[in-house]
């Protein structure tokens, strides 16, 4: 079982006398910074100068820079812009000011799983990953609340590397949530797992055939998209708030007995082969080198699926009809 870590295993003033850099302010960026801030620490946020992100730190009154000043002057930076700019970032403007003493921190551990940034072993190197998106993370805050959060260690260079990481967490608020400790692999692995497989990868695939399925038989479109798609939400959010079993409990009886008989059929053996498959390239790197040779050549790949996805049918469908509904867009 996972070691977890509240409020009480950490010490906020383990970093209070020290400068954080917040390297891109977007979802994520945006609201550690602001998190951290209103917890008493002292934040410096790291931006292109001009970009959205420069005038949103700036119109909230943070102290913004270039990502080289900031890295310079900060005692622990973390590494917020995405994911496939983390080595040309670190490279261009990070790298040069990593002295002893300093911390580099992220909230993903792909780059350093993969070997794509290399600090040097006289830093030290920890990650602090809610399990939340930005605004979700910063909401839960202003409410007392928290959102619960993953912690690792790369490199303890000082002694104090997880110490500081669960300071950083507190300054989140996610310690009031729980926070687990994991590995820099365990991380990414999972994490990219279950985009794959399950979160976005297998739930679109899954939706997208069984609309198709249901308008080739001769089904309205409408009506397909309202079946298979529409209402997903209200199923996760059954599971989301008691797991499967409550799910179970509070929709017909016909629906469970579906749910049972049915859903090992369409999820078979087969299914499950696939994706420990997809699991294996997942852990012997495969994957993060075609996504990495990918970005290098362009994103052709990416971009023409893009466009495919974009013009399938159910998109227009949704389209549509979501427009039925103006209380989505809240």
């Known amino acids: 079982m996972a070691k977890i870590y509240y409020d009480g295993d950490a ?6 006398t020290k400068k954080i ?24 946020v790291a931006e292109a100068v001009g970009s959205p992100g420069w005038e949103n730190a700036n119109r909230d009154g943070f102290s913004v820079a270039t990502t080289d000043k900031v890295a310079e002057e900060a005692d622990m930076m973390i590494m917020l ?5 983390h080595p040309l970032v670190y490279r261009e ?14 909230a993903h551990g792909f780059n350093i799983h993969y070997g794509q940034i290399a600090p040097p072993f006289n830093i030290d190197v920890s990650m602090i990953a809610p399990k939340g998106p930005g605004h979700m ?6 409410e007392g609340l928290g959102t619960p959060a993953l912690v690792a260690v790369h490199q303890d260079a000082s002694g104090k590397a997880l110490q500081n990481a669960l300071a950083y967490a507190k300054g989140m608020g996610s310690t009031r949530a729980g926070v687990l400790e994991t590995t820099f692999a365990e991380e990414t692995e999972t994490d990219l797992f279950g985009e794959q497989a399950v979160l976005c990868g297998g739930v679109t695939a899954m939706i997208k055939n069984a609309f198709d399925t249901l ?5 309205q479109p409408e009506i397909a998209y309202f079946e298979v798609c529409h209402e997903l939400k209200l199923i996760v959010d059954l599971i989301y708030q008691g797991g499967f079993a ?13 749910d049972y008989t049915r859903g090992p059929r369409v999820i078979d053996s087969l299914v499950r082969e696939e994706m420990e498959l997809i699991l294996d390239e997942i852990r012997d790197g495969s994957f993060a080198l075609e996504w990495i040779l990918e970005n290098q050549a362009g994103r052709p790949r990416y971009n023409t699926l893009k466009r495919v996805e974009a013009n399938h049918l159910i998109e227009q469908v949704g389209g549509e009809l979501r427009a039925m509904m103006p209380w989505l867009k809240k």
Do not use: W
């Not at 409550?246 to 579906?258: I, L």
């Open 137 to 142: 993370v910063r909401r839960l805050y202003t």
């Open 246 to 258: 409550y799910m179970r409990n509070v929709v017909s009886d016909t629906a469970e007995y579906g």
């Open 11 to 16: 010490d906020l003033g383990a970093i209070k």
């Open 93 to 106: 403007y990070v790298e040069k000011a990593m002295r002893p003493g300093k911390t580099l921190m992220f």
């Open 21 to 44: 850099g917040v390297i891109g302010y977007g979802s994520q960026g945006n609201a550690h910074a602001n998190n951290l801030r209103d917890s008493g620490c002292q934040v410096l």
């Open 215 to 219: 308008v080739d038989a001769g089904y």
């Open 81 to 85: 812009v995405p994911d496939n700019l």
